[in-house]
Antibody, heavy 122, light 112 residues
């Protein structure tokens, strides 16, 4: 069965970086698009970016473009999201989610990781 | 660009039908048939309930149905059950230059 398993919770100081992993199993990783979605405490969902596990192409939401990098390691079927220059308002649960289709546009997210809580606090 | 607009809360009694709305613009809901809906229970990851406006993934009850008219998408839950109590988020592909996908503000569904 399809599974996305994320790395554990992180506590970071303002200005630091965090790298969250998302290990996929149960399907052909290189045939998929992985998106990252975050959710601040008590707030709604916010789409951040997608990466193609096929060719590494990425697309970032403008507000994160300068601070985020998405990568994949096809040898381990793992996607990574690195967020730099952390601020207190980056405190959130970060989810990876698989695109239902392998296409960049007009997709939906059919399997989700369990979420990784990133807390930014001095 | 703001999030898609959803009512903060909707409630219904067991067995009733309720409809959740999601309003956007010509750049998202009005321009594409790529609206999806997600159910989220407290402390859990979202779950895909509807994709491409009105399609149900395998394993999703036919009590859940989706539709779209103009700039507004809707999710109808019929035969409301206690386990349907959750937060629901719509999402649309968007032609915005600032992002590819936009989520709604979320609706809390309460089963009375």
């Amino acid at each position: 069965q399809v599974q996305l398993v994320q790395s554990g919770a992180e506590v970071k100081k303002p200005g630091a970086s965090v790298k969250v992993s998302c290990k996929a199993s149960g399907y052909t990783f290189t045939g998929s698009i992985i998106s990252w979605v975050r959710q601040a405490p008590g707030q709604g969902l916010e789409w951040m970016a997608w990466i193609s596990a096929y060719n590494g192409n990425t697309n970032y939401a403008q507000r994160f473009q300068a601070r985020v990098t998405m990568t994949t390691d096809t040898s381990t079927s793992t996607a990574y999201m690195e967020l730099r220059s952390l601020r207190s308002d980056d405190t959130a649960v970060y989810y990876c989610a698989r695109g239902r289709t392998p296409y960049y546009g007009g997709n939906s997210f059919d399997y989700w990781g369990q979420g990784t809580l990133v807390t930014v606090s001095s | 660009q703001s999030a898609l607009t959803q009512p903060a809360s909707v409630s219904g009694s067991p067995g009733q039908s309720i409809t959740l709305s999601c309003t956007g613009t010509s750049s998202d809901i009005g321009g594409y048939n790529y609206v999806s809906w997600y159910q989220q229970h407290p402390g859990k990851a979202p779950k895909l309930m509807i994709y491409d406006v009105s399609n149900r993934p395998s394993g999703i009850s036919n009590r859940f149905s989706g539709s779209k008219s103009g700039y507004t998408a809707s999710l109808t839950i019929s035969g409301l059950q206690a386990e349907d109590e959750a937060d629901y988020y719509c999402c649309s592909y968007t032609s915005s230059s600032t992002r590819n996908y936009v989520f709604g503000t979320g609706t809390k569904v309460t089963v009375l």
